[in-house]
């Protein structure tokens, strides 16, 4: 089987570089391992968040310049990376993932434990939290569903209090939600957001929270709505008498879920061929060029490619392995770069800034992956699976994962026009 390029890895970054391909007529094969890190995304979409000395970022395009030479928006440029990250929305819109949000600054947001993080742009169901003097004396109403586990309202009441909101919970009991408590396994998001599939069971809702929330009170949901559409969404926003506010509730994410389903549709639609649940073992190269790599599915048949791009991940997605004494990529041996001494690799409080999260594949300027030190004519790597960057602590993952998948596949088309 032959494609123009074949991306390994099927998540955000992969996608993205996928269809930027595909919308310029190349052909392109997406392999992958299984589900991606979107389906525990919080419906945030981050750009740059905190910088290296712990500073909260509110203006991302102007922190771009202070980044160190091995960050990958310093390897696109700053000047890429902005033109890039404003083309964003209008371009998700296209495949109706409309965000939220001023791509000038960053906006902060509730997580799904109640901790206030930066966060860039938001899916349009997500309301960027206001600031302190809009929260002081303003009144909110926490809901969930009765047996529901994932989804803390006291974590979001108090951070909300802390602020000086005034807030009070309730718990909805909703005979179609709590069927679903018959197999404790099965009370999850996706589950319950199957339920408000229906009509009838939305105007329920509906109807229950008009009955518990007074005048004036914000209603903040959990974000358990929308698995195919966000008409759910907007049906609620509309029905509903107060204003509501949804918050993420642990994975799995409706929103991403979403998101994920979205793009891998308009890949596909674009004349994109997407393997799911294939795994690629192995490759075949010429000096440092990739010639084909075998996946476990395809054992008797090889992939070729003029380009390949690993989309791979960081540890998360075993893009990146940690052995006992040392980190590797695990399908081509590229190089990583990582701290030789294990000690270093980890801190012992878990809420610390992670060294190991640092560690990723080597690449040239270009993101061609290097081995031994020198730079595979045609392969890249985009994402989390790069090195330079620590996704968590910088709020930086979404916003590599998407700037670097276009600006490869900008070079790759930019490449292939010139031979």
Not at 85 to 90: E, I, V, W
Request: charged share 20%.
């Amino acid at each position: 089987m032959r494609y123009d390029t074949i991306i390994i890895g099927g998540g955000l970054s992969g996608l993205v570089c996928g269809i930027k391909l595909q919308e310029a007529g190349r052909s392109c094969a997406i392999i992958s391992a299984g589900q991606s890190a979107l389906h525990f995304s919080s419906g945030a979409f981050d750009l740059l968040g905190v910088t290296a000395d712990g500073t909260e970022v509110e203006r991302p395009f102007d922190a771009l310049k202070s980044l160190p030479a091995e960050h990958p928006y310093s390897k696109v440029g700053a000047d890429g990376v902005e033109a890039y990250a404003r083309a964003l929305p209008q371009w998700f819109a296209q495949m109706g993932i409309v965000l939220n949000g001023d791509v000038e600054r960053n906006s902060s947001r509730i997580t799904p434990l109640g901790i206030v993080r930066k966060s860039w742009m938001m899916l349009d169901e997500y309301t960027p939290l206001a600031d302190e003097a809009a929260i002081a004396g303003s009144r909110y109403l926490i809901v969930n569903f009765a047996g529901f586990l994932d989804f803390y309202p006291k974590f979001i009441a108090d951070c909300l209090e802390q602020r000086g909101g005034k807030c009070r919970m309730e718990v909805l009991s909703m005979s179609a939600v709590e069927k679903l408590r018959i197999n404790p396994t099965e009370m999850r998001s996706a589950n319950i957001a199957k339920v408000f599939q229906s009509q009838r069971q939305l105007d329920k809702l509906v109807e229950l929270v008009n009955s518990k929330a007074s005048e004036g009170e914000t209603v903040v949901l959990p974000a358990t709505f929308g698995l195919s559409d966000t008409l759910p969404v907007e049906y609620l926003r509309s029905h509903c008498r107060n204003n509501l506010m949804f918050v993420s509730p642990v994975p799995p994410s409706i929103s991403g879920i979403r998101v994920q389903r979205r793009l891998q549709a308009h890949f596909v639609k674009l004349g994109g061929r997407f393997y799911a649940g294939d795994t690629v073992n192995g490759a075949t190269l010429e000096g440092n060029r990739v010639t084909g790599i075998a996946t476990v599915n395809h054992s008797d048949i090889l992939f070729h490619a003029d380009n390949y791009v690993v989309a791979t991940g960081s540890f998360f997605s075993n893009g990146i392995v940690a052995r006992s004494n040392e980190v590797v990529e695990p399908i081509f041996g590229a190089d990583v770069n990582y701290d030789t001494n294990r000690d270093r690799w980890f801190d012992r409080c878990v809420m610390n800034r992670q060294p190991y999260m640092d560690f990723g594949v080597a690449t040239d300027a270009d993101f061609r992956m290097l081995k031994g030190g020198r730079p595979f004519d045609n392969m890249y790597a985009i994402g989390s699976v790069l090195d330079g960057h620590n996704p968590l602590e910088e709020g930086s993952g979404s916003g590599v994962a998407i700037i670097t998948a276009m600006h490869v596949a900008n070079s790759i088309l930019t490449n292939t026009a010139k031979r």
